[in-house]
Protein backbone atom coordinates (compact mmCIF):
# COMPACT_ATOMS: atom_id res chain seq x y z
CA UNK A 1 0.00 0.00 0.00
CA UNK A 2 2.74 2.68 0.81
CA UNK A 3 5.12 2.03 -2.69
CA UNK A 4 0.89 2.38 -4.10
CA UNK A 5 1.04 5.59 -2.54
CA UNK A 6 4.14 6.42 -3.15
CA UNK A 7 3.92 5.87 -6.99
CA UNK A 8 0.71 7.89 -6.84
CA UNK A 9 2.13 11.10 -5.04
CA UNK A 10 5.26 10.91 -7.51
CA UNK A 11 2.78 11.18 -10.39
CA UNK A 12 0.94 14.18 -8.72
CA UNK A 13 4.42 15.86 -8.56
CA UNK A 14 5.25 15.55 -12.21
CA UNK A 15 2.02 16.04 -13.56
CA UNK A 16 2.48 19.70 -14.01
CA UNK A 17 5.84 18.99 -15.60
CA UNK A 18 3.71 16.06 -18.44
CA UNK A 19 0.98 18.27 -18.86
CA UNK A 20 3.89 20.98 -19.99
CA UNK A 21 5.30 18.33 -22.47
CA UNK A 22 1.77 17.05 -24.06
CA UNK A 23 1.39 20.82 -24.24
CA UNK A 24 4.64 21.50 -26.13
CA UNK A 25 4.11 18.97 -28.19
CA UNK A 26 0.79 19.73 -29.52
CA UNK A 27 2.22 22.66 -30.24
CA UNK A 28 4.73 21.78 -32.41
CA UNK A 29 2.56 19.45 -34.36
CA UNK A 30 -0.26 22.35 -34.92
CA UNK A 31 2.59 24.37 -35.77
CA UNK A 32 4.18 22.32 -38.79
CA UNK A 33 0.53 21.42 -40.09
CA UNK A 34 -0.09 25.03 -40.52
CA UNK A 35 3.44 26.01 -41.91
CA UNK A 36 4.45 25.18 -46.12
CA UNK A 37 6.49 22.44 -46.12
CA UNK A 38 9.08 24.44 -47.80
CA UNK A 39 9.08 27.73 -47.08
CA UNK A 40 11.47 29.99 -45.59
CA UNK A 41 10.84 33.49 -44.59
CA UNK A 42 14.62 34.75 -45.30
CA UNK A 43 13.05 36.62 -48.43
CA UNK A 44 14.86 33.76 -51.03
CA UNK A 45 11.77 32.97 -52.15
CA UNK A 46 11.41 36.47 -53.85
CA UNK A 47 13.03 38.06 -56.94
CA UNK A 48 14.68 40.59 -55.13
CA UNK A 49 18.33 42.53 -55.49
CA UNK A 50 21.35 41.06 -53.11
CA UNK A 51 24.24 42.90 -54.72
CA UNK A 52 24.13 46.07 -56.86
CA UNK A 53 27.21 47.38 -58.03
CA UNK A 54 27.41 51.19 -60.32
CA UNK A 55 30.15 50.96 -62.77
CA UNK A 56 30.40 47.40 -63.30
CA UNK A 57 33.83 45.84 -64.93
CA UNK A 58 34.88 42.06 -64.63
CA UNK A 59 37.43 39.63 -66.33
CA UNK A 60 36.95 35.96 -67.06
CA UNK A 61 40.87 34.44 -67.53
CA UNK A 62 42.15 31.24 -68.82
CA UNK A 63 45.08 29.48 -67.47
CA UNK A 64 47.74 31.22 -69.02
CA UNK A 65 46.18 34.56 -67.42
CA UNK A 66 44.56 35.61 -70.75
CA UNK A 67 41.59 37.28 -70.87
CA UNK A 68 39.09 35.39 -72.69
CA UNK A 69 35.66 37.72 -71.47
CA UNK A 70 35.52 40.96 -70.08
CA UNK A 71 32.11 43.15 -69.49
CA UNK A 72 31.29 46.60 -68.09
CA UNK A 73 28.07 48.13 -67.52
CA UNK A 74 26.78 51.32 -65.81
CA UNK A 75 24.87 48.89 -63.28
CA UNK A 76 24.73 45.52 -62.31
CA UNK A 77 22.12 43.61 -59.92
CA UNK A 78 22.59 40.12 -58.75
CA UNK A 79 18.96 38.08 -57.72
CA UNK A 80 20.01 35.41 -55.79
CA UNK A 81 16.40 33.36 -56.33
CA UNK A 82 17.76 32.31 -59.58
CA UNK A 83 21.49 33.60 -59.70
CA UNK A 84 20.92 35.77 -62.02
CA UNK A 85 22.76 38.79 -63.18
CA UNK A 86 20.69 42.08 -64.84
CA UNK A 87 22.96 44.75 -66.19
CA UNK A 88 21.96 48.28 -67.37
CA UNK A 89 24.22 48.92 -70.92
CA UNK A 90 25.89 46.44 -70.79
CA UNK A 91 29.28 46.08 -73.45
CA UNK A 92 30.62 41.69 -73.57
CA UNK A 93 33.67 40.75 -75.00
CA UNK A 94 34.88 37.79 -75.88
CA UNK A 95 38.50 37.34 -76.93
CA UNK A 96 39.43 33.52 -77.17
CA UNK A 97 42.63 33.16 -78.60
CA UNK A 98 43.06 32.25 -82.48
CA UNK A 99 39.22 33.03 -82.83
CA UNK A 100 37.89 36.70 -83.92
CA UNK A 101 36.67 38.42 -80.84
CA UNK A 102 33.38 39.48 -80.27
CA UNK A 103 31.38 42.24 -78.84
CA UNK A 104 28.00 42.88 -77.75
CA UNK A 105 26.71 45.86 -76.56
CA UNK A 106 22.61 46.66 -75.58
CA UNK A 107 20.36 48.86 -73.70
CA UNK A 108 19.79 45.51 -71.16
CA UNK A 109 21.17 42.42 -70.54
CA UNK A 110 20.86 39.70 -68.49
CA UNK A 111 23.44 36.31 -67.58
CA UNK A 112 22.42 32.83 -66.10
CA UNK A 113 24.20 31.65 -62.74
CA UNK A 114 25.78 28.71 -65.12
CA UNK A 115 26.88 31.27 -67.39
CA UNK A 116 25.56 29.15 -70.24
CA UNK A 117 23.59 32.29 -71.49
CA UNK A 118 23.27 35.41 -71.63
CA UNK A 119 20.67 37.71 -73.25
CA UNK A 120 20.77 41.44 -74.89
CA UNK A 121 17.36 43.47 -75.62
CA UNK A 122 17.24 46.85 -76.83
CA UNK A 123 19.42 48.61 -79.23
CA UNK A 124 21.57 45.06 -79.80
CA UNK A 125 24.48 45.40 -81.47
CA UNK A 126 27.21 42.56 -82.24
CA UNK A 127 30.13 42.72 -83.66
CA UNK A 128 32.77 40.02 -84.78
CA UNK A 129 36.16 41.32 -85.68
CA UNK A 130 37.95 40.47 -88.67
CA UNK A 131 40.35 37.39 -88.43
CA UNK A 132 43.69 38.11 -89.61
CA UNK A 133 43.34 36.11 -92.84
CA UNK A 134 39.85 38.15 -93.45
CA UNK A 135 41.22 42.24 -93.07
CA UNK A 136 40.00 42.99 -96.48
CA UNK A 137 36.68 41.86 -95.44
CA UNK A 138 36.11 43.97 -92.36
CA UNK A 139 34.11 43.43 -89.34
CA UNK A 140 30.51 41.77 -89.16
CA UNK A 141 28.05 43.72 -87.04
CA UNK A 142 25.11 42.46 -86.38
CA UNK A 143 22.29 44.53 -84.93
CA UNK A 144 18.14 43.66 -83.52
CA UNK A 145 16.12 44.21 -80.53
CA UNK A 146 17.43 41.02 -79.02
CA UNK A 147 20.10 38.45 -79.02
CA UNK A 148 20.62 35.29 -77.39
CA UNK A 149 24.38 34.14 -76.69
CA UNK A 150 25.55 30.61 -75.94
CA UNK A 151 29.10 31.74 -74.63
CA UNK A 152 30.41 28.31 -74.10
CA UNK A 153 29.17 27.25 -77.61
CA UNK A 154 29.94 30.01 -78.98
CA UNK A 155 27.27 30.54 -80.93
CA UNK A 156 23.95 33.68 -81.17
CA UNK A 157 20.58 33.63 -82.25
CA UNK A 158 17.55 35.74 -82.32
CA UNK A 159 13.87 35.28 -83.33
CA UNK A 160 13.20 39.06 -84.00
CA UNK A 161 14.52 40.99 -87.17
CA UNK A 162 18.33 41.07 -87.65
CA UNK A 163 20.71 43.20 -89.69
CA UNK A 164 23.91 41.75 -90.74
CA UNK A 165 26.22 44.05 -92.81
CA UNK A 166 30.15 43.66 -93.62
CA UNK A 167 31.64 45.45 -96.11
CA UNK A 168 29.93 42.88 -99.07
CA UNK A 169 27.00 44.18 -98.41
CA UNK A 170 24.04 44.02 -96.23
CA UNK A 171 21.41 40.72 -95.05
CA UNK A 172 17.80 41.71 -93.98
CA UNK A 173 16.18 38.97 -91.84
CA UNK A 174 13.64 37.70 -89.17
CA UNK A 175 15.23 34.69 -87.01
CA UNK A 176 19.21 34.22 -87.12
CA UNK A 177 21.50 31.73 -85.92
CA UNK A 178 25.81 32.62 -85.94
CA UNK A 179 27.94 30.05 -85.37
CA UNK A 180 31.50 31.77 -84.58
CA UNK A 181 33.04 28.54 -84.55
CA UNK A 182 32.42 27.30 -88.29
CA UNK A 183 31.92 31.09 -89.37
CA UNK A 184 28.21 30.70 -90.53
CA UNK A 185 24.68 32.29 -90.38
CA UNK A 186 21.95 30.46 -90.72
CA UNK A 187 18.60 32.71 -91.52
CA UNK A 188 14.85 31.98 -90.74
CA UNK A 189 12.44 33.46 -93.05
CA UNK A 190 11.93 36.82 -94.61
CA UNK A 191 15.33 37.24 -95.64
CA UNK A 192 16.52 40.06 -98.07
CA UNK A 193 19.30 42.00 -98.88
CA UNK A 194 22.65 42.10 -101.70
CA UNK A 195 25.83 40.96 -100.96
CA UNK A 196 28.99 41.42 -103.32
CA UNK A 197 30.76 37.67 -104.24
CA UNK A 198 34.19 37.64 -102.44
CA UNK A 199 37.03 38.92 -104.96
Known amino acids: ?36 GTGKFDGSGR ?28 LARHY ?11 LITFSDPGKPPVSIAADRGMITGDQKNAYFMGNVKGVRAAAADERDKGPIVV ?3 YLHVLPKEDKIETDKPVTISDPRGIINATGMEF ?18 PNK
Open 1 to 36: MNRGRAWLDRLIAWSPVLLLGAFAALTYWLNAQVQP
Open 47 to 74: HDTDLYIEDFKAVSLDAEGRVRQSIVAR
Open 80 to 90: PDDDTTEFDSP
Open 143 to 145: TSE
Open 179 to 196: DNKAKTFKFKSRVSGQLQ
